[in-house]
């Protein structure tokens, strides 16, 4: 209990670190155990999710109890080689999250219209 509470009172972290990692360049075929043992030697994990979508193969969400055991795995397997793919893990951020999924409901909202209207970009 001493360490924890010595860890948090010297440590300031930087506004973007939270508890949710969001990991990407995974093996498609990775399964939510190896998840938890790669993800797990970093502290306590709340909840794992790993895309199945066409759209989400190969990412997955990492939600930590604590937001300093989130640090320590981002830390350390960045770069980390898991069938020979080298992980992605960043701070899951809301805001870009939002605007990728906003662009893309805009653009097949685009796409209905133009075939609603008969409208094609492909003749420029």
Do not use: W
């Not at 009172?9 to 949710?20: A, D, G, H, K, S």
């Not at 709340?46 to 640090?71: H, M």
């Not at 960045?78 to 990728?100: C, D, E, P, W």
Request: glycine residues 4%; contains cysteine.
């Amino acid at each position: 209990m001493t360490t924890m509470s010595h860890r948090k009172q010297n440590t300031r972290l930087p506004p973007e670190v939270n508890r949710v990692l969001y990991v990407r360049n995974l093996p498609f075929n990775i399964t939510s155990e190896e998840m938890y043992d790669i993800f797990g030697k970093y502290g306590a994990i709340r909840q794992v999710r790993i895309g199945c979508s066409k759209d989400t193969k190969g990412t997955a969400f990492v939600v930590y109890e604590d937001i300093y055991d989130a640090k320590n795995a981002v830390d350390h397997l960045s770069g980390f080689n898991v069938a020979n793919r080298y992980l992605i893990v960043l701070y899951y951020q809301h805001t870009k999250m939002s605007k990728k999924f906003d662009q893309k409901k805009n653009e097949e909202e685009v796409a209905k219209l133009q075939e609603k209207y008969g409208v094609s970009t492909k003749d420029k």
